[in-house]
C-alpha cells in the first residue's frame, strides 16, 4: 500500500499563506533540511538507544542505574517537548533552533570530555534530552516558511528521518566492540554538529527568486 501511495500525486495546496514561498522547489534547499532531519533523528535515537549500554560499559553505573539514566533522557525530551509550545510564542524558529543546537552540542560534549564524571553523563544526558525536545517540529515550522510544502515533500522529511535512526545506531553497534563505549559519544555528537551545519545551510539559502517575488505580490 505504501508504494501505491507514493505513486500518487500530492494533493494541489488552493491558497498560499502571506508570506509563505511558493514557486519551483528549491533542490538545494530541501537536501539541506533532510540533511537536518536524517541527522537529527540519528542523533536522538542514537542517545536513547546506546545511553544504557554506554554507561555499564564504561563502569559509569550498573544496569539498574543505567535503566534510569536511558528514562532521563526520555523524560527530558518529552519535558522539553512540553516546554516548547509557550517557548514557541515567543521565540522565532531560527532562535529556538539555534539554542537547542548549541545546548545539544554543549551536553553531548560534556560526556565525551568527562567521560570518568557520573555528573558530566547525568547532566548531559538530561540537557541533550532537554535541547533535543523541540528540533524536529521547529524544523517543520521553519521549512515551512522557506519552502512551499507539498504532502510528498513532508514524506520526505520522514523518510530521511526514518534512514537516520536506522542507518547511523546500526553503525554505532558494528564500532562499539571494535573501537570502543565512546563511539557512541562520538557519533552522537558528530550528527548533532552536522544537523547544526545543515541548519545553517538553510539559514543562508533563501527561497528561488521567484518565489520570493510571488510571495511579495501576495
Known sequence: ?????LRQPS???STHAAGRPSGRLNVRL?????????SYVAAEVTMGGWIFTYAVAMGQTDQTTAAYLTSVFWGSLTVGRLLSVPLAGRWSPATVLQVDLIGCLASVALILLLPRSAAAIWIGTCGTGLFMASMFPTMISYAERRMAL???????FFVASAAGSTTVPWLVGQL???IGPRVTIVMALAAVLVAALAFAGVRLTGAPA??????QGE
Do not use: D, K, N, Y
Open 1 to 5: 500500500p505504501a508504494v501505491v501511495l
Open 11 to 13: 494533493p494541489r495546496m
Open 30 to 38: 530541501l537536501a539541506l533540511v533532510l540533511a537536518f532531519f536524517f
Open 150 to 156: 507539498s504532502g510528498q515533500i513532508t514524506g520526505l
Open 176 to 178: 562499539f566492540e571494535v
Open 210 to 215: 521567484h518565489a520570493m517575488q510571488a510571495t
